[in-house]
T-cell receptor
Framework: ETGVTQSPTHLIKTRGQQVTLRCSSQ?????VSWYQQALGQGPQFIFQ???????GRGNFPPRFSGLQFPNYSSELNVNALELDDSALYLC????????????FGPGTRLTVL | AQSVTQLGSHVSVSEGALVLLRCNYS??????LFWYVQYPNQGLQLLLK??????LVKGINGFEAEFKKSETSFHLTKPSAHMSDAAEYFC???????????????FGEGTQLTVNP
């Protein structure tokens, strides 16, 4: 069974640029969530996708957007990057129903200069 | 809105000593509760979860946690610490009504556990 994978592992961008992060969900999982983890803090919920539609969003501006594809993989897009966007971005997947047991990928470390 | 408070951002124990990491939550409805562990430069790994039923739950690597509704707590314990337990630990809460609110996890700020030889 393949777990959650994310790419790239590290990324360096400059302020104002745009970035796309990718996530492949665990086999059999149809729901994907994205979290932002700033240094020294707990993960913060960005949004969730279920059946290719956004289903829940945290307190993040519209320049954070996403997609989910028919194979349940997902993208996180961030426009107009700011210095405070520097963080570890975590993707988590889960099967529908159940007890909300989410499985996390290794994350993408984004540095904005 | 749900929230999680982890008391103590850093906890240091000796190898073989009891590990106790504290977590208190706030939720207007009975929640699901989770503990995750994060090793350096890695994602989060689920240690254990409370959903319903027995309030003492056992997880991986010898960890367990007890749900105490009256105290709104979900503290994590391990009888004997091992060097490999050194990591950051996160307590998380989620709503049971996933169909309408999505299945977001709300995390605490984390507790860094150091195990001394």
């Amino acid at each position: 069974e393949t777990g959650v994978t994310q790419s790239p592992t590290h990324l360096i961008k400059t302020r104002g640029q745009q970035v796309t992060l990718r996530c492949s969900s665990q086999s059999g999982h149809n729901t994907v969530s994205w979290y932002q983890q700033a240094l020294g803090q707990g993960p913060q919920f960005i949004f969730q996708y279920y059946r290719e539609e956004e289903n829940g969003r945290g307190n993040f501006p519209p320049r954070f957007s996403g997609l989910q594809f028919p194979n349940y993989s997902s993208e996180l897009n961030v426009n107009a990057l700011e210095l405070d966007d520097s963080a570890l971005y975590l993707c988590a997947s889960k099967a529908s129903g159940g007890y909300n047991e989410q499985f996390f990928g290794p994350g993408t470390r984004l540095t904005v200069l | 809105a749900q929230s999680v408070t982890q008391l103590g951002s850093h906890v240091s124990v000796s190898e073989g000593a009891l590990v106790l990491l504290r977590c208190n939550y706030s939720s207007s409805v009975p929640p699901y509760l989770f503990w995750y562990v994060q090793y350096p430069n890695q994602g989060l790994q689920l240690l254990l979860k409370y959903t319903t039923g027995a309030t003492l739950v056992k997880g991986i690597n010898g960890f367990e946690a007890e749900f105490k509704k009256s105290e709104t707590s979900f503290h994590l314990t391990k009888p004997s610490a091992h060097m490999s337990d050194a990591a950051e630990y996160f307590c998380a809460v989620s709503d049971r009504a996933q169909e309408t609110s999505g299945s977001r996890l709300t995390f605490g700020e984390g507790t860094q556990l150091t195990v001394n030889p």
